[in-house]
């Protein structure tokens, strides 16, 4: 099963009713042979339990399978057991609204009858991961500050907190959950599908709905291939615009490589350039969508620091960044006072490292605080480096060549930065995901604004990754 294939080398197939069922019976009856099989008044229990219980069951199973197209049933179980059983759950479907009554003993159940009761199921878990998730990390919530994060809704909005907790909801689709405790007082339960990215428990983190949409790098392409016989490369573009970077035109390709390889659109020809269909828009918004059903949530990180950690770091912090912003974000209950406090705190100790100065209630922060607290962290850092390695600091200078050898990524402050080693010197530079893959492999590329086009291995060969 690791490998994926059979033992003819061919691919492993499973069937689906195997992997919701089988696998279950097949535990059930290993179990048995240890603990020997359930008795009788533990299956009876089992099915009482059933009676009541806001999710799909196996007694629900029962009665789809004895109802018509029309959803209707006669309750005429030979068993005056099962006949009980089957009254009881229909009392409680006709409770929830989803099964009603008529003449002569006759039920009816609603259309929407099993997915209805898999979303109450999903519903209740997802209550009891909420609980299980607070309790495990000591915080106090109460039930109706739980909340279910629906990246879907057209009227979902951004949270920002704190991670208590990282799970996964559906093992066989390798689904993901995070458990945030918002600054807005409420506790959100967010389903990040199949979002890798990895944060330490604690981190005050601000999640918000992708959205799917084209960008401007894929009318950018439209709009050149239209003037080029449907044909897009980086030489059509350095040509069509002269003031675009090599590195720029890059990125589009890396686009488009993207859609190709997520829906086989566009199609790239032998000689390099690209194929752009009159329908190119229209394509970019299906590859986006898709990419939303992968990972519908944009996840960012304002502070790797959990909180606690905050009012006295000697460096940019999150809260500075709340301090000195017009907008700040409102704060509620729970962990939003938790919050009010930290930054209360956080505004003493700027006072006293003359940072800040307070005057009857209102406080007034240098221009160039943050500024000044960013330079403080950072000359630590290389400090640190320079000490544990005995290498020499260079400091990388705009549209200036990076090359060496990627190390390992570096936290200073909220930012993580890559330290590129080269000859007995280093470099840090802003950091990208992707660089992980190239753990001690030589990389290059030219630092411009926040951004570097990276190019891993040997420059010829290399792959190229903004």
């Known amino acids: 099963m690791l490998r994926g294939v059979d033992e003819r080398g061919k691919d492993l197939v499973i069937a689906r009713d195997y992997l919701t069922q089988g696998l279950r019976s097949r535990a059930e ?29 196996g007694i629900d199973r029962r009665l789809l399978r004895e109802a018509n197209g029309d959803c209707q049933l006669m309750v005429t179980a030979s068993e005056p057991r099962e006949h009980a059983l089957r009254i009881g759950r229909l009392r409680t479907l006709e409770r929830l ?77 390798d689904r993901r959950y995070m458990i ?51 044909k897009y490369s980086v030489e059509i573009h350095l040509r069509h615009d002269p003031a675009m970077s090599e590195s720029g035109a890059q990125a589009h390709v890396r686009r488009l490589e ?54 006295a770091h000697d460096g940019e912090t999150w809260l500075d960044r709340q301090l000195t912003s017009s907008t700040p974000e409102p704060l509620q209950r729970g962990f939003g006072a938790e919050v009010r406090g930290a930054m209360q705190q956080r505004r003493q100790w700027l006072v006293e490292q003359q940072l800040a100065e307070g005057d009857e209630g209102a406080t007034r922060y240098r221009r160039s605080m943050l500024q000044v607290l960013q330079r403080r962290e950072i000359y630590r850092v290389i400090a640190g480096i320079e000490q544990d390695t005995g290498l020499v600091h260079r400091q990388p200078h705009a549209d200036a060549p990076i090359e060496g050898i990627y190390r ?53 060969r290399g792959l190229g990754i903004s």
């Open 29 to 57: 009856e290993l179990v048995s042979l240890d603990l020997g099989p359930r008795t009788t008044h533990e299956i009876m229990a089992a099915q009482d339990r059933e009676i009541g219980q806001e999710r799909f069951t």
């Open 97 to 173: 609204g989803i099964a009603s009554e008529g003449k002569a003993g006759q039920w009816t159940l609603d259309p929407d009858f099993e997915p209805t009761l898999r979303r109450m199921g999903e519903r209740g878990d997802i209550i009891r991961t909420l609980n299980r998730a607070l309790r495990e990390a000591g915080i106090a919530r109460p039930p109706q500050d739980h909340a279910v994060f629906d990246s879907r809704d057209p009227l979902a909005t951004p949270i920002i907190g704190r991670l208590v907790a990282t799970g996964l909801s559906d093992e066989h689709r």
């Open 180 to 230: 945030i405790d918002g600054i807005d007082g409420r506790s959100h339960y967010v389903d990040i599908r199949e979002d890798q990215s990895v944060h330490a428990k604690g981190a005050i983190l601000r999640l918000a709905p992708r959205p799917a949409e084209v960008r401007t790098v894929d009318r950018t392409v439209a709009a050149i291939a239209s003037q080029h016989d449907g």
């Open 258 to 311: 993207a859609m190709r390889r997520s829906i086989g659109r566009p199609k790239r020809l032998v000689d390099g350039t690209w194929q752009i269909g009159p329908d190119h828009l229209a394509d970019a918004l299906v590859h986006e969508q898709r990419q939303g059903l992968k990972a519908p949530v944009i996840i960012e990180t304002l502070s790797h620091r959990p909180l606690e950690q905050l009012p």
């Open 408 to 460: 390992r990524a570096v936290e200073v402050g909220d930012k993580r930065y890559a330290l590129i080693e080269h000859a007995q010197e280093f470099s840090l530079v802003p950091w990208r995901p992707v660089l992980e893959r190239a753990v001690g492999k030589s990389v290059s590329g030219i630092m411009r604004g926040e951004g570097i086009s990276w190019t891993i291995g040997a420059r010829a």
